[in-house]
């Protein structure tokens, strides 16, 4: 009897330390945040909590001038910051609580114009570890027009894994993993959390997954340099210019907190055979609010898109 006691107690010893083993286990393989690709913790401030966790979302409307096809296009761009627990379990916004959700910063930015005759509409969504981590735990990025869409999506697990879904014949691919890297489309949720974080000099980075996709280049690293700097009016303006892409991008904001985007140029080739050219990208702001827009879906609602100058 006693050595089945003591049997039963090792026994119980032993299912609980592989159980925390396996958890322990888990939560390693399902959080990206234990990489430090930027070499440095990061650990929100008092006043960007305050800010960040509000109870609503910073939304800012842009004027766009987009490059496509060789031509310049007028619309209008978004960008939308809010902060919201992220579930591993469901790769998305926690709605149920569960031991390894992670506070994250996300940044939903939303691209409208036209082409001729038929419209495009592009979103591209970062999940950013609102502390520690470098990377987003999952991109999401789709493109619709008249032709078809696209679809293509990150998630991190501890590498970066890819999934592209396109109207293309022969362009669609699933689980391409890439060991690891920075991403530019993080950069951006960066900027807002602390600016003086951001990778400066020769860096390796995954280029916009808006621009792979309208551009059909392939989601890797590519060579860039990194510039960030200071001006006397009060803004900053943070550059990347990748040598192999003939890309640059530089985006200008608020040099004290809250750190806002007041615009950014994107400069690449644009069109095909003698159309194609070197064109700009440009986005100016227009109007920033912080609301629950998740609560503003009334018709009487529509006037705060008029504030936003998006009528």
């Known amino acids: 009897m006693a050595l089945n006691k003591r049997t039963l107690i090792l026994s119980s010893i032993i299912l609980a330390t592989s159980i925390l083993g396996l958890l322990a286990f888990k939560s390693a393989s399902v959080n990206p945040t234990q990489q430090n690709l930027i070499k440095e913790e990061r650990k929100a401030s008092q006043e960007s909590k305050d800010y960040w966790y509000d109870g609503t979302a910073e ?170 700097e200071k001006g006397s009016d009060g803004t900053s303006s943070y550059s990347l210019s990748y040598p192999s892409l003939n890309r640059t991008l530089s985006i200008k904001f608020n040099s004290a907190f809250p750190y806002e985007v007041l615009g950014w140029d994107e400069t690449y080739q644009s069109g095909y055979g003698p159309a194609k050219k070197q064109l700009t990208t440009q986005a100016l702001l227009k109007k920033t609010l912080k609301t629950d827009y998740w609560n503003k879906n009334s018709n009487a609602d529509s006037e705060l898109r008029s504030t936003l100058g998006l009528n």
């Not at 919201?84 to 149920?96: L, Y």
Request: charged share 20%.
């Open 59 to 228: 939304i800012s409307s842009y004027q766009l001038t987009q490059a496509r096809y060789g031509e310049l296009h007028e619309g209008t761009t978004v960008l939308v910051y809010v902060t919201e627990p992220f579930s591993f379990q469901s790769n998305t916004k926690a709605d149920r609580p569960n031991y390894d959700d992670i506070p994250v910063l996300k940044l939903n930015k939303t691209v409208k114009f036209n082409t001729g005759i038929y419209p495009y509409s592009m979103m591209n969504s970062t999940f950013f570890p609102f502390e520690d981590g470098d990377q987003s735990v999952k991109i999401s990025t789709s493109i619709q027009e008249w032709c078809g869409m696209t679809y293509t999506e990150m998630t991190n697990r501890g590498s970066l894994k890819f999934s592209h879904n396109s109207y293309f014949e022969g362009a669609s691919y699933a689980d391409k993993t890439i060991a690891n890297a920075l991403l530019e489309d993080d950069l951006w949720s960066l900027l807002r959390l602390n600016p003086e974080l951001v990778p400066i000099g020769k860096v390796s980075l995954i280029p916009s997954m808006l621009y792979l996709s309208l551009m059909h280049q392939e989601n890797k690293p590519y060579e860039a340099a990194a510039s960030l």
